[in-house]
T-cell receptor, first 112, second 115 residues
């Protein structure tokens, strides 16, 4: 069964304190791994898609990396506005039906 | 540029009542999804539709039915609502063709309370 596990569940950092969020996955026929940001009361907002092991993508203070079993979202010198829940999802489907399965999220709080 | 539109935004039901959550997308996407989100649980897949005329169960389909009415619309029905179905429901759509830079677009959610 396809599974996505994120860790930690919650993370508190001081402004400027860099860290990483983890997303490990077990799927059949991985097509892509996605990172989303979600603010309270809103729908998820797209950040990155990664397709193959070794791939990296960056956006402002965020960098996402992918291996064969997991992905990391690195946050460099975060600011309070980076506080949000970060969701990881995998798109899998050997036979064409494309499920999109999410992890439970990491709730990130950046203290000023 | 509406993207994914969900209605209603808020709903309160009594146990045993039925209702349909509506979702429409204007991006000509093939794949559409329904998720529920509970505190600390992330997004759990209820049903999805890879293309018009097809639907498949996700992780938590019990108590729900879906209809892919046409390419644009994908509705979620609760036949007999239960308090355990109190949640925030999100609809999403995706191209469905495997191309680079594809992403899922989400609606703003429906906050459902069953009393």
């Amino acid at each position: 069964e396809d599974q996505v596990t994120q860790s930690p569940e919650a993370l508190r950092l001081q402004e400027g304190e860099s860290s990483s969020l983890n997303c490990s996955y077990t799927v059949s026929g991985l097509r892509g791994l996605f990172w989303y940001r979600q603010d309270p009361g809103k729908g998820p907002e797209f950040l990155f898609t990664l397709y193959s092991a070794g791939e990296e993508k960056e956006k402002e203070r965020l960098k996402a990396t992918l291996t064969k079993k997991e992905s990391f979202l690195h946050i460099t010198a975060p600011k309070p506005e980076d506080s949000a829940t970060y969701l990881c999802a995998v798109q899998a489907g050997i036979q064409g039906a494309q499920k999109l399965v999410f992890g439970q999220g990491t709730r990130l709080t950046i203290n000023p | 540029n509406a993207g994914v539109t969900q209605t209603p935004k808020f709903q309160v039901l009594k146990t045993g009542q039925s209702m349909t959550l509506q979702c429409a997308q204007d991006m000509n996407h093939n794949s559409m999804y329904w998720y529920r989100q509970d505190p600390g649980m992330g997004l759990r897949l209820i049903y999805y539709s890879a293309s018009e005329g097809t639907t498949d169960k996700g992780e938590v389909p019990n108590g729900y039915n879906v209809s892919r009415l046409n390419k644009r619309e994908f509705s979620l029905r609760l036949e007999s609502a239960a308090p355990s179905q109190t949640s925030v429901y999100f609809c999403a759509s995706m191209s469905g063709r495997w191309v680079k830079n594809t992403e899922a677009f989400f609606g703003q959610g429906t906050r459902l309370t069953v009393v």
